[in-house]
């Protein structure tokens, strides 16, 4: 007796699904499936402070050796990609809400930690990903 499975996998910054056929024998796939009107692509999409100010753009997902999301690069500045900088920040740092379309993704850092973070230029070498170290004390 065979049985039908739904994979999603992160392809390109975005949650495809399909079908593929598995053996009753074969071990059952860990693999949690995803409506596709409950997934969304995230790459390209715009990222905003925590006060909704528009910063950059979301351009790369950096994952560890098991598929996890480990950060996120984004596109800070510039005009037609002249004066852009590229920084990988730490994925614990968004906050995603997809139900919102003018703030889906939104940056937990200040514009201060942002411009201290070394840019993100080559995608072959090891990034360096930064998070807030400590929570962001409140204006005076």
């Known amino acids: 007796m065979r049985r039908t499975a739904i994979i ?3 392809a390109t910054g975005l949650l495809a699904a399909s079908v593929v ?13 995803v409506a596709p009107e409950e997934a969304g692509a995230i790459l390209g999409q715009r ?3 925590l006060d909704g100010k528009d910063i ?8 560890d ?21 590229k920084v990988a920040v ?16 939104a940056l937990d850092m200040t514009q201060d930690q942002i411009k ?3 840019e993100f230029r080559n995608p072959n070498r ?15």
Do not use: C, Y
């Open 56 to 63: 950059g753009r979301l351009v790369d997902v950096l994952v």
């Open 90 to 105: 730490h994925w614990a740092a968004l906050h995603f809400t997809p139900a919102d379309a003018s703030h889906k993704i």
């Open 21 to 33: 056929t598995a053996d009753e024998s074969a071990p059952p796939n860990p693999v949690q499936s």
């Open 8 to 10: 999603a996998g992160f």
């Open 116 to 118: 201290a973070t070394p």
């Open 65 to 85: 050796a098991n598929g996890q999301p480990q950060a996120a690069v984004i596109d800070f500045g510039g005009f037609m990609g002249v004066g852009n900088r």
């Open 47 to 49: 990222v905003t402070d």
């Open 126 to 140: 090891a990034a360096s990903v930064v998070s807030p170290a400590e929570p962001i004390p409140p204006s005076p």
